[in-house]
């Protein structure tokens, strides 16, 4: 069976922090003080066009020369500064697994872990003679399908992996009572990453739709049954059903919408037909007494869907996924297939990673935290995590200013926002509790078996959790991870130890470019709590409306500005970036640079910053923020990031963010005219 996929928080993802800036001291309002001595100005000179004017084009600016000359490598669909620190994480990962694989271990420990299952899946010889033999088990279980009350029992205990269950149950905080558990049930089923895939009817989604029809007869003929072309139109006519009824990534952004707390016999009646008790049941959630639905009108339909479909069909839909889940991890025809549709038809990848790379991201993706423990012990300094500290106290008190000095906002939902920003809990690094992996047993020799008990073994873990009170230690990021994310339901931000290194904190640089870079990255992670929807969760973490009518209106016309700014862009051919589904992401980058301007101009205490390099302070800030967002996408990768990603390409977090922001304007004298300057009326201003 392939690994589930946990949802255990509501995280908001941005992509990317570090540490905090060099040769500083805290003053008495918290905030830093530098002294400029031997500080190079941080940007990388190389990798600006200077042909092109800041005021026309910002991110060509900075970034041209590198985009010119930069190549993305053949086994990646997209390539820039987030890449190269996630390439730099993964060969230090991949250095501590072979060292462990190398050498004697002792059963059952966390190294013997490690290393067999990075040697079960490096193991070519041994794949290519299974074959398909090791779900052969999960194939008879669905041919012995005989009806209806079957198929339920088999999507309940198929939730511990994940495989072709059109509704996926999860469990995790309760969003209106944060201190609690809850169950919580999803939408789920496709082979394709949207329902968007399924529904568009321009001619690249009508291609792409029929190449993925030919995959599954591929995978369908490779695993020796019968009527591949049959049985594929069927596969993809009821995924098109199953697309139809699902709701679309905007809709699923709502948090009010999406929660809705039922009882058992509450959704029985919503969405009749399927035996609602059994399936939680089958699951091992027997005794829960209610459970958040996300989609209650996909839940309607899917149970029309189950009913009305005979049961041969979803054997067939079963078997495919199975099968598709698990196959870049069966031999090399299965893993070739799975590569040709997914990586090469989906995101432009010219060749496959090596067998090397995907093994030890399959053990990063499995064992995670104990990985994540060795990583830490090689790899994470501890002061960065003290001038992280220290960085993050002088964001939350620019934040605090920024509200006070809020000119739409009245002065009751201020206080509110001021409660909810000092309960802003922080962690940096790595986990002061590591997650325990001894349910879990690996062999050399047994790659299906041993993902099939790690997955087990999580699901064990998740459900375990209810009537238990909340663990607020708990990572919803590896140490490892080059990342950063916000939990609304914990009220916290999160940057892990793989994040705090260059390009994104340069010890060598001043604090202008710092703050521009990583700083605008903390801001981001903090404003994501004051966003569209983490704005509805409180400081405790509980969804609640803690805003005046006046207020609430406010913010939502300054937002429907944002929505409209970046529906224009057009990165690749019809294909316009959505604004409600970026809303948030985009209300972080803009909130969060401002605020980390703001942290800046405190830090130098009344004081003029240095000319570096022939630019001064306020200019190298947003350079700092350019360079961290240069990127190239492949149009593949670049189509499905417009899609399905609520994160806008790096280019338009330069330009979007900045062609709001009159920093930016009296930095580089932006004037009418000019491509980077929007008329006052339609700037955004938020936070």
């Known amino acids: 069976m392939i690994k589930m996929t946990t949802v255990a928080l509501s995280i908001a993802l941005a992509l990317g922090v570090a540490s905090c800036s060099n040769s500083s001291v805290t003053t008495e309002n918290n905030t830093a003080v530098q002294t400029q001595t031997g500080l190079s100005s941080g940007i990388e000179l190389a990798n600006m066009d200077t042909s092109v004017a800041p005021q026309q084009d910002f991110f060509h600016y900075v970034n041209g020369s590198w985009m010119e000359k930069t190549e993305i490598p053949a086994d990646k669909a997209r390539w820039g500064s987030f890449d190269e620190l996630r390439e730099n994480a993964e060969k230090q990962v991949l250095a501590i697994v072979q060292q462990l694989a190398a050498e004697q271990q002792a059963k059952g420990s966390d190294e013997q872990k490690i290393a067999d299952l990075y040697k079960s899946f490096l193991d070519a010889e041994l794949a290519e003679v299974l074959g398909l033999n090791p779900l052969r088990p999960e194939l008879a279980q669905i041919d012995n399908l005989k009806s209806h009350q079957d198929l339920t029992a088999l999507w309940g205990e198929w939730q511990r992996y994940r495989v072709g269950t059109p509704v996926a149950l999860f469990v995790g905080q309760d969003q209106k009572q944060s201190d609690q558990y809850i169950t919580g049930a999803s939408q789920a089923g496709l082979g394709l990453p949207d329902r968007d895939y399924y529904l568009k009817d321009d001619e690249r989604s009508v291609e792409l739709l029929g190449q993925y029809q030919a995959f599954i007869a591929k995978l369908w003929t490779l695993a020796g049954m019968d009527n591949a072309e049959q049985a594929a139109a069927d596969i993809v006519a009821l995924e098109k059903q199953i697309a139809a009824a699902q709701w679309s990534r905007v809709?699923?952004?709502?948090?009010?919408?999406?929660?809705?707390?039922?009882?058992?016999?509450?959704?029985?009646?919503?969405?009749?037909?399927?035996?609602?008790?059994?399936?939680?049941?089958?699951?091992?959630?027997?005794?829960?007494?209610?459970?958040?639905?996300?989609?209650?009108?996909?839940?309607?339909?899917?149970?029309?869907?189950?009913?009305?479909?005979?049961?041969?069909q979803w054997q067939q839909y079963l078997k495919f996924h199975l099968v598709r889940s698990n196959a870049s991890n069966l031999s090399s025809a299965f893993a070739d297939a799975s590569f040709e549709f997914y990586g090469k038809t989906l995101n432009g990848l010219q060749e496959q990673r090596s067998r090397e790379k995907r093994a030890v991201s399959l053990v990063d993706s499995n064992l995670g935290f104990m990985v994540g423990k060795k990583y830490v012990e090689q790899h994470f300094k501890p002061e960065a995590k003290a001038r992280m500290d220290q960085m993050i106290e002088n964001l939350r008190v620019a934040f605090r200013q920024s509200i006070d000095e809020l000119e739409w906002m009245s002065p009751v939902t201020k206080k509110q926002a001021q409660i909810k920003l000092a309960k802003f809990n922080t962690k940096i690094g790595y986990p002061d509790k590591w997650r325990d992996y001894s349910c879990v047993e690996i062999s050399p020799t047994d790659l299906i078996g041993n993902l099939r008990r790690s997955a087990e073994c999580e699901y064990q873990r998740i459900i375990e959790r209810l009537g238990k009170p909340v663990d607020r230690t708990e990572w919803g990021m590896t140490p490892q991870t080059v990342n950063a994310y916000y939990s609304?339901?914990?009220?916290?931000?999160?940057?892990?130890?793989?994040?705090?290194?260059?390009?994104?904190?340069?010890?060598?640089?001043?604090?202008?470019?710092n703050y521009g870079a990583i700083g605008g990255v903390i801001g981001h992670e903090f404003t994501h709590g004051?966003?569209?929807?983490?704005?509805?969760?409180?400081?405790?973490?509980?969804?609640?409306?803690?805003?005046?009518?006046?207020?609430?209106?406010?913010?939502?016309?300054?937002?429907?500005?944002?929505?409209?700014?970046?529906s224009a862009?057009?990165?690749?051919?019809?294909?316009?970036?959505?604004?409600?589904?970026?809303?948030?992401?985009?209300?972080?980058?803009?909130?969060?640079?401002?605020?980390?301007?703001?942290?800046?101009?405190?830090?130098?205490?009344?004081?003029?910053?240095?000319?570096?390099?022939?630019?001064?302070?306020?200019?190298?800030?947003?350079?700092?923020?350019?360079?961290?967002?240069?990127?190239?996408?492949?149009?593949?990768?670049?189509?499905?990031?417009?899609?399905?990603?609520?994160?806008?390409?790096?280019?338009?977090?330069?330009?979007?963010?900045?062609?709001?922001?009159?920093q930016f304007y009296q930095a580089y004298d932006i004037k009418p005219g000019d491509g980077m300057y929007r008329d006052d009326k339609v700037r955004v201003k938020i936070w």
């Open 251 to 312: 809709q699923n952004r709502d948090r009010n919408a999406t929660y809705n707390k039922l009882t058992i016999a509450e959704l029985t009646k919503l969405a009749p037909g399927f035996n609602w008790q059994a399936f939680v049941t089958a699951a091992g959630l027997g005794n829960i007494n209610e459970l958040v639905v996300r989609q209650p009108s996909y839940f309607t339909e899917f149970a029309k869907l189950q009913a009305n479909t005979p049961v041969v």
């Open 569 to 662: 862009f057009n990165p690749i051919d019809d294909l316009h970036l959505q604004g409600a589904l970026g809303l948030g992401e985009n209300i972080a980058d803009l909130g969060g640079l401002t605020v980390s301007y703001k942290a800046y101009q405190n830090s130098l205490n009344g004081q003029a910053g240095a000319v570096i390099d022939g630019f001064t302070p306020e200019q190298r800030f947003f350079m700092g923020w350019g360079q961290v967002w240069r990127i190239k996408f492949r149009d593949e990768a670049l189509r499905q990031q417009v899609i399905t990603g609520p994160h806008s390409p790096g280019m338009y977090r330069v330009l979007g963010t900045l062609s709001n922001m009159p």
């Open 488 to 513: 609304s339901t914990m009220n916290e931000i999160v940057f892990p130890a793989a994040i705090l290194q260059p390009p994104f904190f340069n010890v060598d640089a001043d604090d202008a470019v």
């Open 530 to 566: 004051f966003d569209d929807q983490g704005r509805r969760s409180d400081g405790d973490g509980n969804l609640r409306d803690w805003w005046t009518e006046q207020d609430a209106a406010q913010f939502q016309g300054r937002a429907q500005l944002m929505i409209d700014q970046y």
